[in-house]
């Protein structure tokens, strides 16, 4: 079983729908990531969330708004997406360490959040 | 030039035999290597870290050249269950970034 919890497994909207991705961890990691995952694509970095604060956006589009309650939860929220939006959503955790091979730096990730925009 | 650059495959091999992938990544300063395993349609999951001194879990060997600015990943007596994508992931950088950047992954086919 994961320790990166999300939820729902699969969402199906319409262009018009507002919905949410959650995300939660108990691992006291304290960054945070959304990740999209395209068919046969390696994972594309969206946000990062560092101590609860947004440290990266990757120009990510504003019909996706990412949002940090708490150091465990982390969510995603959907506003008149696009059929291309339909994805793999992956939300992952680790300890923001300074860069150094120490195990540390482990992403975990999610079971992720199959996507699709009708 | 990308990152992180991986050959997508597919290596399509038999059971028992040896196969090996490599990774190559532009950023000199980069600190921290792994590999990751992806099934179809389920999350990334840690296989290893890549250590300097290369490191060895059973099956699974992973070397870092740092001079050559590579990392790969040789997996011995490949089984049916090693079927899968191999993302080749580097963190760390130019002031200490913790951004991990992904290869695009290397898809193994184990067939009887």
């Known amino acids: 079983d994961t320790e990166v919890t999300q939820t729902p497994k699969h969402l199906v909207m319409g262009m018009t729908n507002k919905k949410s991705l959650k995300c939660e961890q108990h691992?006291?990691?304290?960054?945070m990531y959304w990740y999209k995952q395209k068919a046969k694509k390696p994972p594309e970095l969206m946000f990062v969330?560092?101590?609860?604060?947004?440290?990266i956006n990757e120009s990510v589009p504003s019909r996706f708004s990412p949002e940090c309650p708490n150091s465990s939860l982390l969510n995603l929220h959907l506003h008149a997406l696009q059929p291309e939006d339909s994805a793999l959503y992956l939300c992952?955790?680790?300890?923001?360490?300074?860069?150094?091979?120490?195990?540390?730096?482990?992403?975990?990730f999610g079971a992720g959040s199959r996507l699709t925009v009708l | 030039r990308k990152e992180v650059e991986q050959d997508p495959g597919p290596f399509n091999v038999p059971e028992g035999a040896t196969v090996a992938f490599n990774c190559t990544y532009s950023?000199?300063?980069?600190?921290?290597f792994f590999w990751y395993r992806q099934d179809c349609r389920k999350e990334p999951k840690l296989l290893m870290s890549?250590?300097?001194s290369g490191n060895e879990d059973g099956r699974f060997t992973a070397q870092l050249n740092r001079a050559s600015q590579y990392i790969s990943l040789l997996i011995r007596d490949s089984k049916l269950s090693d079927s899968a994508t191999y993302l080749c992931v580097v963190k760390g950088g130019t002031g200490g970034s913790y951004i991990p950047t992904f290869g695009r992954g290397t898809s193994l086919i184990v067939h009887p």
């Open positions: 950023n000199s300063a980069s600190q921290s």
């Open positions: 992952a955790s680790s300890r923001p360490t300074g860069g150094k091979t120490d195990g540390a730096n482990v992403l975990t």
């Open positions: 691992m006291g990691h304290r960054a």
């Open positions: 969330y560092s101590y609860e604060k947004l440290s």
């Open positions: 890549v250590y300097s």
